[in-house]
């Protein structure tokens, strides 16, 4: 019998549908408890309609930096994923320069309006 997994998410909203709160859980997970979140992003593949399904949310009080980070990070995270996945390394370092790129654009201009 294969082994199944179910992952939770719950996000509190403002009276204008706005996130408040984003907390997650997965069966498989050894925390018993919801895990807080500021963003995050899901996406499914629907192979019928060869499209990416998706889920990108963020809280209020999310900071643009954290922001950065988690764009950088998430696209280091696919360029690892895209690497394992495919006997594609030369594209999958293409994100990771991209990546890089965008990180470093990011902080000058963070530096350059004296943040």
């Known amino acids: 019998m294969s082994k199944t997994s179910t992952i ?21 997970n050894k925390e ?3 895990i ?11 192979s019928a309609e060869k499209a ?3 889920i ?16 950088f990070q998430t696209m ?3 360029a690892d994923t895209y690497s394992r996945a495919t006997p594609y390394k030369d594209q999958a370092d293409d994100i ?9 654009k990011f902080q000058e201009k963070q530096e350059a309006e004296g943040k």
């Open 76 to 78: 280091m995270t696919m």
């Open 32 to 34: 018993e408890r919801m």
């Open 96 to 104: 990771r320069v991209f990546a890089k790129s965008f990180l470093k």
């Open 36 to 46: 807080k979140a500021k963003g995050m992003m899901v996406s499914f593949w629907d």
């Open 52 to 54: 990416a399904l998706r």
């Open 8 to 28: 939770k998410i719950q996000v509190g909203l403002d009276d204008n549908k706005v996130p408040e709160t984003i907390e997650w859980s997965a069966t498989d």
């Open 56 to 71: 990108d949310l963020w809280t209020k009080d999310m900071m643009v930096d954290e922001m950065a980070d988690f764009f």
